[in-house]
């Protein structure tokens, strides 16, 4: 069983920056595909971010896209949601996610782990 643990959430004014880490525990790190998903009270969980196991390739929500970057470092099993230009839409409670087959989906159905979530805020 992989577990996720997600750190860095916090209060940020907009504009500002945030980098959230996901630590993976397990020895397969590098076979799995990662990812970012985000949910907002009274919302459905949503697609932020994702990274392959592979070649790097990384997906993101058009409604990140050049403000988030995803990064992974499979030597510490690690990865990471750097969040720049933030603005208050983008508060949510962010789940980092793992699937053991190496696919990545925009579906929150077809990813196999999540963690417990971290709350980042966004103050205007």
């Known amino acids: 069983q992989v577990q996720l643990v997600e750190s860095g959430g916090g209060l940020v004014q907009a504009g500002g920056s945030l980098r959230l880490s996901c630590a993976a525990s397990g020895r397969a790190f590098s076979s799995y595909a990662m990812g970012w998903f985000r949910q907002a009270p009274g919302e459905e969980r949503e697609f932020v971010a994702a990274?392959?196991?592979?070649?790097?390739?990384?997906y993101y929500a058009d409604s990140v896209k050049g403000r988030f970057t995803i990064t992974r470092d499979n030597a510490k099993n690690t990865v990471y949601l750097q969040m720049n230009s933030l603005k208050p839409e983008d508060t949510a409670v962010y789940y980092c996610?793992?699937?053991?087959?190496?696919?990545?989906?925009?579906?929150?159905?077809?990813?196999?782990?999540w963690g417990q979530g971290t709350q980042v805020t966004v103050s205007s």
């Open positions: 990274i392959s196991r592979s070649d790097g390739s990384t």
């Open positions: 996610v793992g699937e053991r087959g190496g696919a990545v989906s925009r579906r929150a159905n077809s990813w196999d782990y």
